[in-house]
């Protein structure tokens, strides 16, 4: 099946042509043999198409918050393509997995065969809306804006390289480099996910710096404005100017040149801002990407420094007065474990992570200020008041002189210790002025440092959390909400308890537009209790967090929720009603959040568990937006649960077809040569799937090699064994182990040979005759007699004798990717077994309890990586199967055995083949007629049971007046010999799977 776009689809058959070639190109194109994953079309690649809608959008749009992958759902035309026999390459659709696109090459010695931009960006563009056409997802991911291999790396950096040592300075690893550009190379870029891979910051950084600095059309300023981008620090002197003079220019490059400068400087300005911990200035960066690489200007490290200096100048400004919804505009790094607490001071923002290390940052332009340690776990957020630093320390109060805080020349300043002896879990001023802590009891910390007790001391009730509201202070005592007075203090009164709370947990409070907001949770779920501060009077429960939720901050009319599930939701403060979810870039909970009112809106800083502090700009008029997004949102998810519940439904009814959703789709013969009693089976070697193939020709066994992606090429050819042998079985592991069965000597000894397979390539190559990899080809005969010259070869070990005498020597084996072999063999009426396993390089059999199988003749055998197994024989001119799992045990093996099971009347013998997911086929000679038939089976295994087989209810005849099946199965690749006379053939097959939706 091939989706495409219905413009694509072309239902005129196709006109004999002798001058055309008709080539497997699916078979190709999937094949392993080929490296870069996609068919080579006979005319050169189709032009690329660009999208519909090329609208420049707001440059401030692509740094909000929401996510820039995000973009509008699109739907698209399903058509149904499928044929038996040989497709033309001409008539063919583009199949969704590989888009008949030539990939561009994005690395080599010679920049002039290298893909451009706008080129490079085309091709991810098509090659992924094919991917969401062919996995059938809404949505598309054509609003790509730049290259996939710049977004991913820079979107990688961002969340692990700012904080690498030495990052673009530091080489990555030679072998790692080469892999990516092979894997970009060959088109499949949308496959590397360097965060889900764990890759090393200093390898993604090498890799995108080679790549810019590799590129064609190189620099990003172009070779013809580059010298007028360079001239604006000479004829401006004033930076508002520059950045005018800068943006004027920037409107003649090409859009995805704008993008990706854009892009890039921003990352380098990130890095720059944490250069503290990175050792990464901007001088650093500058002789890097504008002395060194060239990337922007040729000499253009003034230019590169200039930039990412003024970059909020540049870009931000007015990228600030334009967006409508909140913009990412900084990740700060440093601390090594959870970010709790923030404080703003006059021009500084304190943040303090939970091992106690306080970090001190400029609040103007967010760079690194001075940090010091407080030698002491953050058990409560700290608090700024009368020009001092106040922190909660267990029995302690540990108050910091600020002065010395904020002093360069002052490392570790010296703290004054508060003496409570008692627990204290919080401590809070609402003024500057007053300062209330609680614990084992609620107390007040006068102007000369001394603790005056507001209440008794109770260990048994601890007092967690505490603030102020007028005059009263509210604190949290398990499910109660206690109010004192601060001047008389007493308790005047007591909210919540069980009734309100329930099964919940308050943990903090905040009074908003007049109401008590309190945040907790019930269960695994984040809970606001919205409460009447003066009557305590329970007004609304909001439920959206997944997990505790942390705290409520007012910004604007917008109320944010955050907590442990990462998310940040958005409430209307007065309507108390739910707006829409605020996209951030933290990976784990937000515990700190802090706010500073500006003329255009508000700066949000953030604080995590994954160390980081993200910093927003939210713009004044945000909450209308936010509530146009709010109702985006929810019919999103709408959508999503009913596509989720139209996926249960696909799932559902798969399970319920099974086997009946696959078939063999045919692609076309390949003729082998002359000879008897063909075997088969898959080779992968070095990611390169081969065809081995072994047949009696004349008095000798012999063996023919190719490789899958160029099956019209001639067979390799070897001599396999001496004259006297009968036909082997044949088969292979992943690790590209050969194991061959054959019989010989007047007395149908049984013997077997290990072979791998080898490589000539110091062999001169004969360019008619050698295999070349990813290169048209044209479809020959096969050789009569070998080869002077050959790519590929077996080395086959000396013959091994398993069964010195048997009656018949009909035999076969399977070996499984665990290294265990499995013979079976005909004795006299019997169907009989071996076993035999790799160790120390060589097969050893293991001892049998009982070796029949069953009654009958002609066995077949399958075993997959689990030992279960599958083995036809033949009994009263009808093919049987049996199920089974063998047992090994250090001392012996035994085969636990199902029920014979009838799989086909009046057939004379079938062979077997399994894929790795245990999906078998059936190819079997029919005894009324001498055809051949193709029938697929699925091996299940049930927990506790032994292995069973649903074979499909369908059935291909392949060819008619042959014998002699086999066949062999890797992956989605089947390949199927067989005797037609005194002729050995071949033929290739794929598997494909039936779209549920297609099916009727």
């Known amino acids: 099946f091939f989706i495409v776009q219905s413009s694509e689809m072309d239902t005129t058959p196709p006109v004999p042509d002798s001058n055309r070639r008709t080539v497997p190109l699916a078979f190709m194109a999937r094949s392993r043999g080929n490296p870069s994953g996609h068919a080579r079309s006979i005319s050169g690649s189709p032009e690329p198409s660009s999208r519909a809608d090329n609208q420049q959008r707001s440059v401030g749009l692509d740094r909000a918050v929401s996510l820039p992958h995000g973009s509008p759902k699109t739907k698209t035309s399903i058509h149904a393509f499928s044929s038996f026999s040989e497709v033309s390459l001409q008539n063919r659709p583009s199949s969704p997995s590989s888009p008949s696109l030539k990939p561009p090459l994005m690395f080599g010695p010679d920049p002039s065969q290298l893909a451009t931009l706008q080129e490079l ?15 059938q997802q809404r949505g598309a991911l054509v609003d790509l804006e730049m290259p996939l291999i710049i977004q991913r790396s820079l979107d990688f950096l961002m969340e692990e390289g700012l904080n690498a040592e030495g990052l673009f300075r530091v080489p990555g690893a030679k072998a790692k480099l080469e892999q990516w550009q092979s894997v970009f190379n060959a088109g499949k870029g949308d496959s590397v996910d360097f965060l889900k891979q764990n890759e090393a910051p200093e390898d993604v950084a090498s890799l995108l710096k080679q790549y810019l600095r590799d590129m064609p059309d190189k620099p990003l300023f172009t070779k013809a404005s580059e010298g007028s981008f360079v001239s604006i620090l000479t004829e401006e002197t004033e930076n508002e100017k520059r950045a005018l003079k800068y943006r004027e220019l920037l409107k003649f490059l090409p859009e995805v040149n704008q993008k990706v400068i854009q892009k890039v400087l921003f990352y380098l300005m990130q890095v720059a801002s944490n250069a503290s911990t990175n050792r990464m200035s901007t001088d650093a960066l500058s002789i890097v990407f504008g002395q060194m690489a060239g990337v922007f200007a040729h000499d253009g490290y003034d230019l590169v420094k200039w930039l990412i200096e003024q970059y909020p100048l540049v870009y931000e400004k007015e990228e600030m007065r334009i967006t409508e919804k909140p913009m990412f505009l900084r990740k700060l790094v440093g601390h090594q474990r959870s970010v709790v607490s923030l404080i703003e001071h006059g021009d500084y923002v304190f943040s303090f992570d939970s091992s106690g290390l306080a970090r001190i940052w400029e609040s103007k332009n967010y760079q690194f200020y001075k940090s010091f340690a407080l030698g002491f776990k953050i058990l409560a957020p700290p608090v700024i008041a009368r020009n001092k630093l106040w922190c909660p320390s267990d029995l302690t109060i540990k108050v910091y002189d600020l002065d010395d805080v904020l002093n360069l020349e002052i490392s570790e300043p010296k703290s004054s210790d508060i003496e409570t002896n008692c627990f204290v879990a919080y401590i809070h001023s609402s003024d500057g002025k007053e300062v209330f802590a609680c614990g084992d009891f609620l107390m007040k910390i006068d102007d000369e440092l001394n603790v005056v007790p507001l209440s008794e001391v109770d260990p048994a009730n601890i007092m967690l959390f505490i603030t102020t509201i007028e005059d009263k202070c509210w604190i949290i005592q398990g499910k109660n909400i206690l109010v004192w007075d601060k001047e008389e203090g007493k308790q005047t009164c007591c909210f919540g308890g069980a009734d309100v709370f329930a099964q919940g947990r308050p943990i903090a409070l905040k009074c908003i537009e007049g109401k008590l907001w309190i945040s907790g949770s019930i269960g695994s779920s984040g809970v606001i209790w919205i409460m009447d501060p003066s009557t305590g009077e329970l007004l609304d429960t909001l439920s959206r967090h997944k997990g505790e939720l942390y705290m409520a901050k007012q910004i604007g009319d917008v109320v944010w929720t955050v907590g442990w599930d990462t998310k940040i939701f958005a409430w209307k403060a007065n309507e108390i009603e739910y707006i829409a979810e605020i996209e951030n870039l933290h990976r784990d909970a937000i515990q700190a959040i802090h706010s500073v009112e500006t003329s255009q809106g508000w700066i949000v800083w953030t604080g995590s568990s994954d160390s980081t502090i993200n910093v927003l700009f939210v713009p004044r008029e945000y909450a209308k937006g936010l509530e146009i997004e709010g109702k985006v949102q929810e019919e999103e998810r709408l959508r999503e649960e009913e596509q989720k519940e139209i996926e249960k439904q696909r799932k559902e009814k798969e399970k319920e077809l099974g086997i009946e959703l696959y078939y063999p789709k045919l692609i076309q013969q390949i003729p082998i040569g002359v000879g008897k009693g063909p075997k088969v089976t898959l ?62 000597g007047p007395f149908c000894s049984l013997h077997y040979r290990q072979g791998t397979l080898q490589h000539l390539s110091s062999l001169k190559k004969d360019s008619s005759s050698s295999i070349r990899k990813g290169t048209s080809v044209k479809k020959t005969k096969a050789p009569s007699t070998p080869r002077p010259t050959q790519e590929i070869n077996i080395t086959w070990e000396p013959s091994v004798k398993w069964k010195p005498e048997a009656k018949k020597s009909i035999s076969d084996v399977d070996l499984n990717d665990k ?21 120390g390089g060589k097969f050893v059999f293991h001892s049998v309890k009982r070796d029949i199988i069953a009654e009958g003749r002609k066995p077949s055998v399958v075993l997959n990586s689990k030992n279960c197994f599958v083995v036809s024989y033949v009994s009263d001119d009808s093919i049987f199967y049996v199920t089974g799992k063998l047992e090994v045990s250090k001392d012996n093996t035994s085969a636990v055995l199902g029920e014979p099971a009838l799989l086909e009347k009046g057939k004379r013998r079938a062979a077997l083949a399994i894929n790795n997911n245990d999906i078998i086929v059936f190819f079997f000679h029919s005894a009324m007629d001498d055809s051949l038939i193709v029938r697929l089976g699925m091996l299940e295994m049930a927990t506790g049971s032994l292995p069973t087989v649903t074979p499909s209810e369908r059935q291909i005849t392949l060819v008619e007046k042959a ?16 005797q037609v ?12 799977r039936i779209d549920v939706k297609e099916l009727q």
């Not at 265990?820 to 076993?835: A, G, P, T």
């Open 121 to 135: 960006l085309d091709y991810d563009r098509q090659m992924l809306e094919h991917k969401k056409m062919g996995r």
């Open 683 to 744: 080779v992968t070697e070095k990611d390169v799937l081969h065809v081995v193939e072994t047949h009696k020709e004349s008095a000798h066994l012999v063996t023919n090699i190719a490789r899958v992606s160029d099956i019209n090429e001639p067979f390799a050819f070897s001599k396999f064994s001496e004259s006297g042998s009968k036909i082997p079985g044949i088969t292979s592991n992943k690790a590209g182990t050969i194991i061959a069965t054959h019989a010989q």
């Open 819 to 839: 290294n265990f072999m499995m013979f079976v063999y005909q004795d006299d009426k019997q169907v009989r077994f071996k076993v035999a396993s790799l160790q």
């Open 963 to 978: 014998k002699n099946p086999a066949v062999a199965f890797e992956g989605d690749h089947i390949f199927f010999v067989y």
């Open 981 to 992: 006379k005194d002729k050995v053939v071949g033929h290739v097959a794929l598997l494909e």
